[in-house]
């Protein structure tokens, strides 16, 4: 499976170079990324490890602008760090439909705990945290695409 640190830095360099396609082979890994008029699409033949896919949903308007408001961090925001999406895909607050969400604005969190997955082309990713401390605000709904340094939390730090 891909790091995913290498997959966000060949999101960063397309999005630096101005780049439309970006593919890379070797004998082990196959990685293939598409920037469009919906934004990056990432291709990796890779099959869900333990997670059931959630129910299907209507797929989520596009912003008008080219950020979203639920992802701006307004300037009253501060001392809040951001927990930012590492890749282009979907946000899921829950393991399942059924579940109920990782986190929540209130909870706490600690540092390694997972806070989301992110799907993208059919792989679940757990997003975890990497600081402690107070979620004070969820940027992004269930099921909303999200953007590659997308903030998905506010977190105060403890």
Request: with cysteine.
């Amino acid at each position: 499976m891909i790091d995913i640190r290498k997959l966000k830095e060949l999101v960063k360099l397309m999005v630096e170079n101005d780049l439309t396609e970006l593919d890379l082979r070797d004998q082990e890994e196959k990685v293939t990324v598409r920037r469009g008029r919906n934004g990056p699409e990432v291709v990796y033949p890779a099959q869900p490890m333990g997670y059931a896919a959630p129910a299907p949903q209507a797929a989520p308007a596009a912003p008008a602008s080219g950020g979203s408001s639920n992802g701006e961090v307004a300037p009253s925001d501060d001392g809040l760090v951001a927990i930012e999406s590492p890749m282009v895909g979907t946000f899921y607050s829950a393991p399942n439909p059924d579940s109920a969400p990782f986190v929540s604005a209130g909870g706490s969190i600690s540092e390694g705990s997972v806070v989301c997955i992110v799907e993208a082309m059919k792989v679940f990713n757990e997003i975890k945290a990497e600081i402690s401390g107070t979620v004070e605000k969820v940027c992004v709904k269930n099921g909303d695409s999200v953007e590659f340094g997308q903030p998905l939390f506010m977190v105060r730090p403890s």
